[in-house]
């Protein structure tokens, strides 16, 4: 076929919740009853319509499909599933009679509804964005329905665009999906790569019978070797799926997109297919390397989209080397773009929102909306010659300078500090020695807690805005505080929780109030992304050498201690969980800003103890999140990861109980660095995925204490006292009771008062069933 001409610059993806999260405000009014479908629809649209004006205004073209469509009303996965008609068994009532699932359905699927648990979720790669995990089965029924792909492309096309769809590519789609309940053992999803791709060929036929002239497969699965799927088996199927979806006579252009990695072996295998573009992320990955003849003259015949432009950090960027790199690979195909390296929906919008940061630190970064300026700049290049942006390379260059060189990016005293550390401070006391010192906590059998955060309520959240506004003072936003504290310390008191939490009430963010008492950090007003859903989260900047002005928990948790005789957890976000939910400097290593962090963290563990505080939990949900992808690079990063906790939590006496949080992962690759911790207690995830981690937990040997969670709290269900009781019982046939703790699966921020007192209450009924349980006596024979 012959192939329309690739736009010279695109993105893969724009951030989709608005610029003030009016997709957030919509969506959540709709699960509300404040609006209708209708409503939200129609302002989704306006949502959409917005973002292509947007995208023209920036530089890219409105009629030669560099605009993606990209966007999504909760996650593009799930989106997937409903367009291949993949419905867990439990949901198939939310079908209509042709199969489709409206929006309202699309919500329940993810949400959950009565007894039936939402689709897992889970982190995207590495990135802190969750993904719902579809369910695939020998019999799942794959059947097209892609009305939701050809309104949108008709939409803008009604509106004078010619815009390129994106779902995710059949592949990936089968390695992100885990297997059906009922699944016989050994099956995995990618053995329905058979069934699924005749369904993906269908859809192609219908976009270019609507018009469309290039679709983009995002193909992300490739780059990553962390999937539990033989590497082998990974390349034989991008073959067995592109040949086949090449091959198809009535298609658009076929664009695969390749994010958060290099392609490396997989590059061969793709080049080989029919499809006319590939995307490359080089600024993850590198340029190909001594390519065998055959993969080299598949790629001349190729579009080879270059994905220079950083779209999962802040930083404004060298583009002098990117030009480079964007030129060197004209020497693989005549046919070159430019391009984002993943989608933007991992940046805020726009850097010119930002009135209140500091006018240096701006000039480093950039956001979205710049991002494709910069896209729309090296177009120019491309076309024109790169004398034609020579004053724009220069421009980012003296950025760069200017970076380096200001005060506070190296502090001499931080750095002396780090270079004075020895292997002492990264142990403590064997684990044994401190299980004795910790006896005197005197907790029962299966104690229960919380892992920090209760519900922020509109009037914490409209205090912290009063106080941000000068209409209230520091000492009446403290007074405050304090009364939620106390009704926090009374409500866990008399649901009979053993260790409480203060409730966090203080607190925007779990990051962002530890980067706004850091130094070396930088906060946003408006640079709002996604995480998962309608849940948005403004990740901190991270720009300078790290260091702790003063205490920044201390009063709260003995104020929070000083109400009750039980323990109260200290609680502190942990070093590489503040790296991960942050945009981080690029001009140093990682792990040397994680030291950076964990000594701020280790002098505030200090504190604490010395308050009276006998109990710290030090959070790391983000651990599993920034293992990268490929195997070479994980030990290393599983080094400085383990470290830099250890450094925190180091200094800690053995009568000091260390907990940390670890959430929405797979946790097996990671279980040995989980050991290295050495936390006396770890709480993991676990309700929605059933308590599968509570396997790998038994298989590995872990011998510290555990706290599978028993409550999904991304999720509005209540679950029952016999749904706890049937996890905790499953936990206890896997690990010694003397070791497990009874916990949600993560902190209770986001969700309301009445769900969170009758869950936890169902939590602590179900717990003392099964502590009456362990007290029986074993039957003689």
């Known amino acids: 076929m012959n192939a329309p001409a690739f736009p010279t610059g695109t993105i893969l993806g724009y951030p989709r919740i608005g610029r003030r999260r009016e997709l957030k405000h919509a969506v959540e009014a709709f699960w509300a009853g404040r609006i209708d479908a209708a409503e939200l629809e129609a302002r989704a649209a306006e949502l959409r319509a917005a973002t292509r004006e947007r995208l023209v205004v920036l530089g890219l073209g409105r009629d030669d499909s560099s605009i993606p469509e990209s966007f999504s009303s909760y996650d593009q996965v799930l989106d997937a599933a409903l367009t291949v008609g993949a419905v867990p068994e439990r949901f198939r009532r939310l079908q209509d009679e042709h199969g489709a699932v409206d929006l309202a359905g699309t919500f329940t699927i993810a949400r959950g509804e009565g007894d039936d648990a939402p689709l897992e979720m889970t982190k995207w790669f590495d990135t802190n964005y969750h993904y719902l995990v579809p369910e695939i089965g020998p019999d799942t029924p794959f059947t097209l329905h892609a009305e939701r792909l050809l309104a949108e492309f008709a939409e803008a096309k009604a509106a004078g665009y010619l815009t390129r769809p994106v779902i995710v590519g059949p592949v990936t789609f089968l390695l992100l999906s885990k297997a059906a309940d009922g699944a016989p053992a050994g099956f995995r999803p990618l053995d329905r790569l058979d069934d699924l791709v005749p369904v993906y060929v269908a859809l192609l036929a219908e976009l270019c019978t609507a018009g469309v002239e290039w679709v983009q497969l995002d193909e992300p699965g490739l780059v990553s070797e962390s999937i539990d799927e033989p590497r082998e088996r990974i390349l034989e199927a991008i073959g067995v799926a592109y040949d086949l979806l090449g091959a198809a006579d009535h298609r658009p252009s076929v664009f695969v997109a390749s994010p958060y990695g290099g392609l490396d072996d997989a590059l061969p295998a793709l080049a080989a297919t029919p499809v006319e573009a590939i995307g490359l992320d080089l600024v993850r990955g590198d340029l190909p390397q001594h390519l065998d003849p055959a993969t080299a003259e598949s790629l001349a015949a190729k579009t080879l989209v270059a994905g220079v432009i950083d779209g999962h950090n802040i930083w404004r960027g060298d583009l002098a080397h990117a030009f480079d790199r964007i030129e060197a690979l004209r020497s693989l195909s005549g046919d070159v773009s430019v391009s984002t390296s993943t989608s933007l929906l991992h940046v805020p919008h726009d850097v010119a929102d930002e009135r209140e940061l500091d006018g240096r630190l701006v000039s480093w970064l950039a956001f979205a909306d710049q991002k494709v300026a910069q896209v729309a700049t090296l177009e120019r290049g491309l076309v024109a010659g790169r004398e034609t942006i020579q004053h724009e390379l220069d421009a980012a260059s003296a950025a760069l300078a200017d970076r380096a060189g200001a005060p506070g990016v190296r502090v001499a005293g931080v750095r002396d500090r780090l270079a004075a550390l020895a292997d002492r401070d990264f142990t403590r006391a064997a684990y044994d020695e401190r299980v004795a010192a910790q006896a005197t906590l005197e907790l029962p059998e ?128 942990g070093p590489v969980t503040i790296l991960a939910w942050s945009f981080v400097r690029d001009d140093q290593p990682l792990g040397d800003t994680a030291r950076q962090v964990a000594l701020a963290l280790r002098d505030e563990i200090a504190d604490l103890e010395a308050a009276g505080i006998r109990i710290i939990q030090v959070d790391e949900p983000a651990l599993r999140e920034l293992l990268p992808l490929k195997r070479a690079d994980q030990p290393a990063y599983l080094d400085w990861s383990v470290d830099s906790f250890r450094l925190a939590t180091g200094g800690a006496a053995p009568a000091t109980q260390v907990h940390t949080h670890l959430c929405y992962s797979e946790f097996g690759a990671v279980i040995d660095a989980i050991r290295n911790l050495d936390a006396d207690v770890t709480s993991i995830e676990a309700a929605r995925s059933r308590m599968e981690v509570v396997d790998d937990l038994a298989t590995s040997g872990f011998d510290h204490g555990i706290g599978p969670g028993v409550y999904d709290i991304h999720s509005p269900r209540v679950p029952s006292a016999a749904e706890v009781q049937a996890l905790l019982e499953r936990a206890v046939a896997e690990i010694p009771a003397s070791r497990l703790w009874v916990n949600p699966d993560c902190g209770l921020k986001t969700r309301g008062y009445d769900e969170t007192v009758a869950s936890l209450g169902n939590i602590i009924e179900a717990t003392r069933a099964v502590r009456a349980t362990l007290r029986e006596p074993v039957p003689v024979d």
């Open 446 to 573: 299966l104690p229960t807690t919380t892992i920090g955060s209760f519900p922020q309520t509109g009037e914490i959240r409209r205090a912290r805005a009063r106080l941000l506004k000068g209409e209230l003072t520091d000492a009446a936003y403290r007074e405050l505080m304090h009364e939620e504290i106390a009704r926090v310390i009374r409500l866990q008191e008399d649901l009979g929780l053993d260790v409480l939490v203060h409730g966090e009430p203080e607190r925007n963010d779990m990051v962002q109030y530890f980067a706004e008492l850091l130094d070396g950090f930088a906060v946003t007003q408006h640079g709002w992304v996604q995480s998962y859903g309608s849940r948005c989260t403004r990740p901190s900047i991270l720009w300078g050498d790290v260091s702790r002005p003063a205490p920044m928990t201390v009063d709260w948790s003995t104020y929070a201690q000083s109400l009750t005789d039980k323990p109260v957890k200290g609680m502190l976000t």
